[in-house]
């Protein structure tokens, strides 16, 4: 331990040279017996009184010649036991490989400035491990907390993550992971963060349901995609539109997207039967027999039958900031799903360009549905301008993915702030421009994160520096839990209300198919007969 600038710091080594270290872009740390240190922990080599070198642990290995193969298989071969690991021994040592990130100036506990690094950190300076607030500093995350987003903690420390909402929301988020890492309990611990700061109001695409609890808890509102909630027709774009109006001959088409335009162009609402009357017009004018104008207008007509084309929401006066609006999707089908995104954020866009919501966050699920990765298709228009505008109007999409391949890879780039859980190799290839300055080390780690871990990266204004955080435990009901498998067996057993046609003793065969007494027989004729029913 030392004290510097008022701080208790604790001592992990001293830099040593050789392997090319140390140099602007490796610096070997010779660790003091007993240290442990983690990829991606930060510390600090005093370089002069009050002026330190910022290091971030990239790897470590241990230098051991008492355990090389021909050494350890000697020992073997006549029966003597290895050296203890904690054996303190003169040729064992361990190195940490680390990166200069930058430099700071200590001349108090308030007293940190921060910097790039710029001088040579010479072999010989100690080595502190950096923590508390001078390491919030260096992550730009000495935040006041009626701007700070807290969303857990750097990975293997006490020490919290706080981002700063006034730069972080005004860009997108990405959230990427494989299936059950835990996305969507992180997409929860930010819509908690963002309610509490009580600044942009959020809108979430629930498609399994995850957020019904939460929204309550929250003190927001669900809204039922098709009941409770419909989008209207002019926030639509003509691909939606063609998505769910059924085959039409080219003719009719060309009847249909005409009329569409032009009411679209006047810049006002328009129902089903306002297009349905322009229709008549823009046939007349094209030619179009009054056959071909009732064709056309019969597969539009179909479209009064639409769960989620109607008059929208008065979002004015649902909206304001800390508001949480769950929009529970369950039971759409895919195109509904696309038209609902699709013109929802539209309208959002649209309504905050005006400033007549407050400042907004969208957040989406599985993603990969909306911006699909080939421009083909309804899909590609779906979110595309939410992206490319948003961030100009305080418009914050939060896109979650398990499926980033899928994904168009400009949209994934765009975004600023990314959360990345554990992914397979090949889908990490498909996200490789988010990294930001996160080393080779920590990518190659990315396939092996527990659950609930995730490398957080972003810009110098948002995330200064890569590093691993693990999520804060949540405060409202995560909806998305994985189902207990016997619960679920035994609720549907209690529910048939009889024990199963098939639940004899465990024979080797198909209980009670091959029946070895009547009993059996009756079961399964039973069972089949039900079944046929
Ligand atoms: N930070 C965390 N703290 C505690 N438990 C967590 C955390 N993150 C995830 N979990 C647990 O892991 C489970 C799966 O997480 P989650 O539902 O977020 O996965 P997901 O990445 O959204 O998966 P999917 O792609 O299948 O939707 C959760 O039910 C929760 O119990
Ligand atoms: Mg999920």
């Given amino acids: 331990m030392s004290d510097i600038g008022g701080i208790r710091w ?28 983690r990829p991606g922990e930060y510390c600090m080599a005093e370089i ?42 003169p040729r064992r040592y361990v190195v940490a490989y680390t990166e200069p990130v930058g430099e700071l100036r200590i001349e108090g506990p308030d007293n940190v400035t921060y910097g790039p690094p710029q001088k040579l950190i010479p072999a010989g300076c100690v080595v502190y491990k950096m ?22 903690y750097l990975y293997g420390t006490n020490e919290p993550v706080k981002l700063n909402a006034f730069e972080v929301l005004p860009r997108h988020i990405l959230i990427v992971g494989t299936t059950g890492s835990g996305k969507t309990y992180l997409l929860g611990v930010i819509v908690e963060e963002i309610c509490k700061l009580k ?63 032009e009411l679209k162009e006047a810049d006002r609402d328009f129902s089903i039967d306002d297009l349905l009357r322009k229709m008549d017009e823009v046939g007349r004018r094209l030619g179009a027999s009054d056959h071909s104008i009732h064709l056309a207008k019969t597969r539009v007509a179909s479209l009064k039958r639409s769960r989620i084309i109607g008059r929208g929401i008065d979002w004015e006066k649902m909206l304001e900031p800390g508001k949480f609006v769950n929009i529970d999707c369950r039971g759409l089908t895919h195109s509904e799903l696309q038209v609902l995104v699709g013109a929802l954020s539209r309208e959002l866009l649209a309504l905050r360009r005006e400033s007549v919501i407050p400042p907004i966050v969208f957040a989406v699920d599985e993603a990969h549905l909306f911006i699909p990765r080939k421009e083909e298709g309804a899909g590609v228009q779906v979110l595309r301008e939410a992206i490319l505008f948003g961030r100009h109007y305080l418009f914050c999409l939060i896109l979650v993915t398990q499926s980033p391949m899928d994904i168009d890879g400009r949209i994934i780039r765009i975004t600023n702030t990314r959360f990345i859980f554990a992914l397979e190799p090949d889908q990490l290839a498909a996200i490789k421009g988010v990294f930001a300055d996160a080393p080779k080390e920590f990518i190659d780690m990315i396939p092996k994160l527990e659950r609930g871990v995730c490398l957080i ?39 048939r209300g009889t024990r199963g046609p098939y639940n004899g003793e465990a024979t080797g065969k198909l209980s009670g198919m091959h029946g070895e007494n009547k009993d059996d027989k009756r079961r399964y004729r039973y069972g089949i007969e039900r079944f046929l029913r």
């Fill in 10 to 37: 604790e001592r992990v080594g001293q830099v040593v040279a050789g392997q090319g270290s140390p140099s602007f872009l490796e610096v070997l740390v010779l660790l003091d017996p007993g240290v442990e240190i």
């Fill in 48 to 89: 002069d009184h009050g002026f330190y070198g910022i290091l971030r642990v990239r790897n470590a290995i241990e230098v051991n010649p008492y355990e090389n193969p021909s050494h350890a298989h000697l020992r073997r071969i006549i029966n003597i036991p290895h050296m203890s690991p904690g054996t303190n021994l």
């Fill in 199 to 261: 600044l942009f109001s959020v809108v979430n695409i629930d498609f399994h349901g995850d957020f019904i609890k939460a929204a309550g808890e929250l003190d927001g509102i669900n809204l039922k995609a098709g009941k409770e909630l419909t989008v209207r027709f002019r926030y639509l774009e003509e691909p939606e539109l063609l998505s769910i109006l059924p085959y039409m001959h080219e003719l009719h088409r060309d009847i249909v997207l005409e009329a569409f335009r």
């Fill in 131 to 152: 923590s508390g607030s001078v390491l919030a500093k260096v992550l730009g995350y000495s935040v006041p907390d009626d701007r700070a987003l807290h969303i857990g």
């Fill in 457 to 495: 990266t972003g810009s110098r204004e948002t995330v200064r520096h890569a590093h691993f955080v693990k999520v804060r435990e949540r405060y409202t009901t995560h909806g998305g839990a994985t189902p207990d498998v016997k619960a679920v067996v035994s609720r549907w057993l209690e529910r």
